[in-house]
Structures are given as C-alpha cells and as structure tokens.
C-alpha cells in the first residue's frame, strides 16, 4: 500500500457493548460492596470482580488484569456460565490492548464456546446472541491488530448479521442499535486497512449518524477519530484536524486514555506533514508516555514509529533510525504485521535517503513481503524488476528512480484504459439490460391494459344485463301491482253488487205474497253462496303472492295461531284498503270487521301506539332483511 496508515479506532465491547464511565465513586463502592460481600457467596463475589475489572479497563488496566485474573480462579472452584463469559471476554480485551494477540484469541474462543452452549440450552433467548455477536466483534479487533484484515472481516459480517437480525425484537432494540453501530464503524475501519477509503467513510459516517440519532456522545468518538483517519489518508488535513480535535475533546471528557493516546499520534502525524515539527514532537511525547503508563505496546511502536517519522523529515537520520529500529523491535514481539510492515517501509525510505541502496532493498524486500501476507497482492515481478536494476545500474540513482516512474505510470495507463473498457463495457451491459426491462416492461404494460379494457367491458356488459333484468322485474312487478289492485276492486264492486242485490231481494220478499216470497228467499240463499266461495280468493291470493312473495308463508311461521280469516284478513290489510271495503270482500259488517282487527291486533302482540297497517304493510321487508 502506498498510502500512509493511519491509527484507526475500534470500539471494544464489554459486556453491555459500550465502555462505562469511569466514576472513582462507582470503582471505590464496588471494593467497599466486595470487602462486605461473605465469602461463602461466590456468585456475588465474582459479579462485583467482573464489574470491577470492566470499570478499571480505562484508567488502570494492570488493575483490571489483577482483578479479572482473580475471577478467573473462582470459577474454577465453581461454575456459573454466564460470569465465565464476561471474565472470558473482559480478559480477552485486556490481553488484547496489552499486545498479547493470541491469548487473547483463546480467551475469546473460550468465551464463544461457552456462549454457544447457553444458546443451545435456551434458544429463544436474545441477549446470548448478543454475546455471541459480541464475541465475534472482538476477535475481529485482534485479527485487525494482527494485520488479518480477511479474518477480521469475516467476524465483523458474523457480528452484523446478528445485530441485524436482533433490530426491533423487544424493548431492548436501541441497544442493538448502538451494537451494530459499533459493528460498523470496526468494518469501516477494516475496509480503510485494506484501501477502500469510499466505503471506509460510509461506514463510519452510517456509524456516527447512528450514535448521534440515540445521543451516545462518547461511542461517536471511535467513528468520529477514524473518518478523521480517512480524511487524513486522502491529504484533507483541515477537516482531519478538526475531527480529530472534537474526538480528543470528548476522550479527555470522559477520561479515555486510550484514545487521548489515538489522538495525540494522529495529530503529531498531520503536524508533521504540516512541517510543524516542535509541536508534532510534544504531541508524539505525550502519546509514548500514555502507551507507557498504559503498557500498550502497539501505542508503542506507532510513538516510536511517529517520532523517527518526524526526525527523518527533518534529515536527522541517525535519531530517525533509532527510533524506527525501537518499533519494529516492539511490533515483532507483538505481531503487529501491520506496525512490521509500516516499520520496514520507513526504514527503506531511511536507508534510500542517505544512499545505502542494499540496505535499502533488503528493507523494502521485507516490507512488500509482509504486506503481500497483509494484503494478498503479487509482486514478484516488481521486487525483481527492483534487484536488475539495482545490480546493473547501482550508481545511477536518477536513472533507476525515472525507470520506475516510467513504469509506474504505464502501468497506471493500462489500468486506466482498462478500467475505461470495463467501464465502457458496463455501460453498454447496462444500456442493453435496460432495454429490455423497458421493452418487457412495456410489453406487459400493454397487455395489462388490453386485460384492463376487456375487463371493463364485460363488467359494462353485464352491468347492462343486470340493468335491462332490473328494468324487466320492475316492470313486471308494476303489471303484478296493477292486476293485483283490478282484481281487489272488482272483488270489492261484485261483493258490493251481490250485497246491493240481496238486499233489494230481502226488501221484496217483505212485499210479495208468501209463495213468491219463498222463491226469492232461494235466490237469496243462492247469493249468499256466492259470498262463500273458495274460487274469488284462491285467484286473489294467486296475484297477491306473486307480488308480496312467501308473505302467508313468512306470516304462519311466525304467528302459527293466526286462522284463516284472519290471514285473509292481514292481506287485505297490508293492500292498505278501509274497513268498508274490507267488510264488502269479506261479507260482514264494519263492525265486525273492527272486531276482527282488534283480536288480529292482540294476536300479533301489538301495542295501542303501534298501527296495524304500517305494520303488516312492512312486515314481509322485515323479515327478508
């Protein structure tokens, strides 16, 4: 990589997955809590060692490691799984800011072995899958470190898998929040290691938008420090100073020492780009004695690194030397490939500088080789590109340096012109694909429409026939009405006639002599006859039901001790016809038809306020809806 590193921040995760506030009180009470707490309750005892050693991570790892150890013992003697995950994890961080990369690895493994046989005891429970998660989050921080930038990765995407998963389960989702916050800002910091400084920014700045949205001030200064890395990466030192001066604000308000650490290297970095070199001096000065104080040998190694950084562009070489040497020392002991590598780079430049060309080589032979391990990427033909002209052309520096950027720059005009054909390529992929989504698109949009307009007109076909069969009933019911009524008023005016007539034969009879008499009383009784038959109602009952359908059947149903003088009687009713007319159909007298519709009223269980009329003319809707 040609690019300068940059010291990037990784939020560890404790237990709650944000670091605690580092409150003197909140330490002095929990020494005071363990002292009073009887030691036959273990479980007690060690919950407050583990609270203990996370509170101390800060201000006093050498504390914390003592404490955490402590712990350690006491679940040796008894067993409780769930503190063995905390003291796994909380041990792991510690081994881990102490340089000691693959310890901390087993006490992470350990930890997700015993997470994952809580999850198998009890699989609906969330928060062991956020220790689960957790777990994955900090290995990736020790593969970072250890310059497996794959393997680092690889746990940050298990990490954020999960988290993703865990988003709006329960009232605990805005911790989640905060955990995949977390979990991106360590792949930003992973995708910056490897070069891709677009997506490194997205994810930090998706990462401080998250932080900034639940108000969590102090875990917005990781991603917060590491896009002022990037901005750093790409030569914008203005907005890189600015950042990095927000997040040493907020780390010495919350009394974080290991990103005052961050801080301080990043801006004697920039400084010293700046050529401010007095004031890069101090700030490198402060960063070693906090590494110091704090025994981060990887905050080591960058000081040392820095101030031979610092010394070199101010061609001391002899002090640049020395301290280059001190960190590579310390970043081989730890492991640290990509502090080995940085380490070896500069020491190449050093050598360069003042014209030891072998020693040169050797350097940067040793540095492609730790960053082709880092990174993946071949470059043999370049280094032996590099030996050739080093042996035929030793002492012709000029000439050696104007080859390479020759080649350097053929090689930038082969990638450019391949990445333009690949581009054109694309476009013209993505022209084609869009093409057809079009024409698809609009094949399937016309024979929506023909569908659509089918449709339309069968629904307008049978909303006509639905009209037209309508318009026939109605007319039918109209004709039924009108036959219905013709056939009640000529009922009505025979009645009347045969009425009129028997009346005229009674006042007759009183006035003839007694033989003749006795003849017009037959012919009376011949009119009374006619009163009686069956033939008129059966014929009114026939055009009565075919327009109030079911209407006797419906009626019996629900008054079953109505007779059937009195169903004639509701029929005639419901035509809405007066009680003269009624009395003439059923040849009696008015009074006997009040009569009748005061026993019919009584019946029907009808109340005084009720009218019978409006009642029975309603009654068959009634009982259809």
């Not at 009887?38 to 479980?43: A, L, Q, R, V």
């Not at 590494?291 to 040392?304: F, K, P, T, W």
Request: glycine residues 4%; charged residues 30%; aromatic residues 10%.
């Amino acid at each position: 990589m040609k690019k300068k590193l940059c010291v990037l921040m990784l939020f560890f995760i404790v237990n709650a997955g944000v670091v605690r506030s580092q409150d003197q009180q909140v330490i002095d009470s929990l020494k005071n809590e363990l002292q009073s707490t009887p030691d036959g309750d273990t479980f007690r005892k060690i919950d407050i060692i583990n609270d203990l050693s996370q509170e101390l991570l800060v201000s006093n790892i050498d504390q914390a490691l003592n404490y955490a150890n402590r712990a350690k013992k006491l679940l040796e003697k008894d067993h409780y799984p769930k503190l063995a995950i905390e003291n796994e994890g909380i041990l792991g961080i510690i081994r881990k800011d102490l340089g000691n990369y693959d310890q901390a690895l087993k006490h992470y493994d350990k930890a997700l072995e015993l997470v994952e046989e809580l999850i198998a005891e009890y699989p609906d429970s969330l928060k062991y899958l956020k220790g689960k998660a957790q777990v994955f989050e900090n290995r990736g921080i020790v593969y970072r470190r250890q310059g497996e930038f794959k393997d680092a990765l690889e746990q940050y995407l298990l990490a954020e898998k999960i988290y993703e998963s865990l988003k709006g389960t329960n009232a605990d989702s805005q911790t989640y929040d905060l955990e995949l916050a977390n979990t991106l800002n360590n792949i930003g910091v992973v995708q910056s290691s490897l070069g891709r400084s677009e997506k490194a920014i997205d994810y930090f700045s998706r990462a401080i938008k998250t932080y900034e949205s639940k108000g969590d001030s102090l875990a917005s200064l990781f991603p917060t420090h590491n896009l002022g890395c990037e901005y750093k990466l790409g030569k914008r030192y203005d907005e890189a100073l600015t950042l990095f001066k927000k997040s040493l604000m907020l780390a010495q308000r919350y009394n974080y020492e290991r990103v005052v650490l961050r801080a301080y290297l990043e801006l004697a970095e920039i400084l010293t780009v700046k050529k401010e070199f007095k004031q890069a001096l101090n700030y490198f000065n402060r960063a070693l004695i906090i590494s110091q104080n704090r025994s981060d040998q990887e905050g080591i190694a960058q000081s040392y690194n820095g101030i031979g950084t610092l010394y070199a562009e101010q061609k001391i070489f002899v002090k640049a030397e020395k301290n280059f040497l001190k960190g590579l020392k310390i970043a081989e002991e730890i492991g640290a490939k990509t502090l080995i590598s940085r380490n070896f780079k500069s020491l190449s430049e050093l050598y360069e500088s003042v014209n030891n060309y072998q020693t040169s080589l050797d350097y940067y032979k040793l540095y492609k080789n730790m960053s082709d391990s880092i990174f993946d990427e071949e470059s043999d033909r370049a280094i032996a590109k590099l030996e050739t002209e080093f042996a035929t052309e030793k002492k012709e520096k000029e000439l050696m340096l104007q080859e390479q950027h020759i080649q350097l720059l053929k090689r930038d005009k082969e990638l450019e012109a391949l990445w333009r054909k690949i581009l054109i390529m694309g476009m013209i992929f993505l022209t084609g694909a869009t093409l057809v989504v079009y024409y698809y698109q609009k094949v399937r949009i016309r024979k929506n429409q023909e569908l659509y307009e089918t449709h339309n007109k069968l629904m307008e076909y049978e909303l006509e026939n639905r009209k037209l069969k309508e318009k026939d009933l109605e007319q039918q019911l109209v004709y039924k009405n009108k036959e219905l009524t013709t056939h009640t008023l000529n009922l009505v005016q025979k009645n009347g006639i045969m009425e009129e007539l028997k009346n005229n034969i009674s006042q007759i009879s009183s006035e003839v002599d007694r033989g003749f008499s006795k003849k017009l009383n037959q012919l009376k009784r011949l009119v009374d006859y006619s009163f009686n038959l069956d033939k008129d109602w059966k014929n009114f009952k026939l055009h009565f039901e075919q327009v109030h359908n079911n209407f006797f059947n419906e009626l019996m149903e629900k008054y079953p001790e109505l007779t059937p003088s009195e169903c004639k009687l509701c029929a005639l009713i419901k035509l809405n016809l007066n009680t003269k007319e009624i009395a003439s159909i059923l040849s009696i007298n008015p009074e006997s038809v009040k009569v009748a519709r005061y026993r019919l009223r009584k019946k029907l269980g009808l109340d005084g306020q009720t009218n019978l009329a409006e009642f029975l003319i309603g009654f068959s809707e009634e009982v259809a809806a």
